[in-house]
């Protein structure tokens, strides 16, 4: 195992871990305990504690996985309870910083007895030692395999030397949700690379399906090769070390072809259905260095009035969710700005709202306490430097047959949609500055829709010839014409930093309106006071 763990990032993040719990202590996040324990298990398969918060833990303080690992954190030290082999990385790491460290070898001959010993006189001298917490749910639904050293001890403590064990997740996602300098970094690379497979995974190989005719795609294969991407981004031109980058999830790729329709939760999996010429949802994440990013979009083929009208509403949602989301505004009140605004503006889509529009994310794909729902604690508010996966949709919208009476390609078969926007988006420094996206990828409509038709076989047109009028570009191919509007083409080809200009413009334009709404909201004040 090659590793080298930063001391001084560790000791830095220790610290702030031992003072936050020492300050809350007696708070709800922390309930009231008097050590706190980390008991990171050994998994079959790597997958299963991908997500752990034991092992974000882990990676937040090591930047690794120390698996069959047990973390105590008194009021004056923390105990590492550790394979030798594993013992031996750590071992820099003593002598450094204002909270001690300590490093316990595992033992066989006496099953750890002794090191057990150790930890529970160091807990039973913290405090009033008789409250141990940890990641309660967690610790149940990630236990390991077993036999492993960190259930074991579970065990020991719970059952044996008599301690009561609290909840401390709130606390510990509290913690992780305030994003150091290089967490911020490591956010932004991979919300980069999620926007990159988006753009030159995706999109290209949608287009190449579209535009032959009669190709049969399964959603699985389109998610296959975008997978494959993640495991080697040099297959669209990006080199990167090895394991540096990999995939969040699964891709999740649907379309009209669904087998059960579509789903836009995080709990969504790809389907064997085929790929249709309609409403395209994708969604998307890459981790670097274990930190995650996560992008979803909607592009529509052939639309129809009202798939454009939605979808146009739904761009207007996530731009008032994204002028709500500031430092010092509740987490809860995104939802409640998504859903007066739908009141006012479009109030047929508010029963298509989803209950949860998203979630902070890094080491946690999707934090269970900072999320962002009507019924998150009004305690949990936004701060400087705090990343969310902010997902705005609607789910089900019917499509009547009126709708789609002049529907062409396979929106004409369809009776209902549903469309997903989603985006990695960074907490600005000040309460009047929305929420930055960091994944750029456009969702002007525009952007996101193209036109399929069918060339007649007496078309003065030949097989194989291209046309340009008035800006669209025509491509027949097999008496079938692709036509593609300049800005899609525009949008493919488009260079990253031309990407990340056009949307610091539209940050800005929102911005400004929000500035206005304010200026003017006053106005109507001072009036009325008069």
């Not at 639904?141 to 609290?166: F, R, Y």
């Not at 709130?170 to 988006?198: C, F, P, W």
């Not at 731009?319 to 010092?328: F, K």
């Not at 570009?473 to 014409?481: L, Q």
Request: include cysteine.
């Amino acid at each position: 195992m090659s590793v080298e763990v930063n001391a001084q990032l560790f000791h830095e993040r220790l610290t702030r871990l031992h003072g936050q719990w020492q300050k809350g202590k007696a708070s709800s996040d922390w309930g009231n305990a008097d050590a706190v324990c980390i008991p990171i298990p050994k998994f079959d398969d790597d997958d299963d504690g991908m997500y752990a918060k034991t092992t974000a833990v882990s990676r937040y303080l090591f930047s690794y996985e120390f698996n069959a690992t047990v973390l105590v954190l008194t009021r004056t030290e923390l105990h590492i309870l550790t394979s030798d082999k594993k013992a031996k990385h750590l071992e820099p790491l003593v002598g450094k910083g204002s909270v001690k460290v300590t490093i316990h070898t595992s033992t066989k001959d006496d099953k750890n007895a002794g090191n057990f010993a150790s930890l529970v006189r160091a807990i039973k001298g913290s405090h009033t030692g008789a409250r141990l917490g940890i990641p309660a749910k967690d610790v149940v639904s990630h236990a390991g395999v077993e036999g492993n050293l960190a259930l074991v001890w579970m065990t020991h403590a719970k059952e044996k030397a008599g301690l009561a064990i609290v909840d401390v997740t709130r606390g510990l996602s509290h913690i992780m949700a305030h994003k150091d300098a290089t967490e911020l970094g490591y956010l932004q690379k991979a919300a980069v690379m999620s926007n990159k497979v988006l753009k030159h995974g995706f999109v290209k190989k949608m287009e190449e399906v579209f535009e032959e005719e009669g190709k049969v795609v399964k959603h699985s294969e389109m998610a296959q090769h975008l997978d494959d991407i993640m495991e080697d981004p040099s297959k669209i031109g990006i080199k990167v070390p090895p394991d540096t980058i990999e995939a969040c999830y699964f891709p999740i790729v649907q379309s009209g072809g669904c087998v059960k329709g579509y789903n836009i939760k995080p709990s969504a999996a790809t389907d064997e259905g085929v790929l249709t010429e309609d409403v395209v949802v994708v969604s998307l994440g890459a981790r670097f260095k274990n930190y995650c990013a996560n992008v979803a979009r909607t592009y529509v083929i052939d639309s129809v009035d009202k798939v454009e009208r939605t979808y146009k509403a739904l761009v207007r949602v996530q731009q008032e969710c994204l002028a709500g989301m500031v430092p010092g505004a509740k987490l809860a009140d995104v939802h409640k700005r998504a859903t007066d605004f739908l009141a006012k503006k479009h109030s047929h889509l508010l029963p298509h709202l989803p209950k949860s529009l998203g979630f902070s994310l890094g080491l946690d794909f999707r934090d269970a306490v900072y999320k962002l729902e009507a019924k998150t604690d009004p305690g949990l508010l936004f701060a400087a430097g705090m990343c969310f996966n902010l997902a705005v949709g609607f789910a089900d919208v019917q499509l009547t047959a009126a709708d789609r009476a002049n529907a062409k390609g396979s929106v004409k078969d369809m009776s209902q949609f549903s469309m997903l926007i989603a985006d990695t988006v960074k907490i600005a420094g000040d309460d009047r500055t929305p929420a930055e996206v960091l994944t750029k990828a456009s969702t002007d409509f525009s952007d996101i829709s193209f036109t399929i038709k069918e060339v007649d076989e007496d078309d003065d047109e030949e097989d194989g010839e291209e046309e340009e009028d008035e800006g669209v570009e025509v491509k027949t191919v097999a008496g079938r014409a692709t036509v593609l509007k300049s800005r899609l083409r525009e949008r493919t080809n488009m260079t990253d930093e031309a990407m990340e200009a056009r949307q610091k413009r539209a940050e800005k334009q929102l911005k400004l309106r929000e500035q206005m709404r304010d200026r003017n909201s006053a106005k109507l004040m001072s009036k009325l006071g008069g």
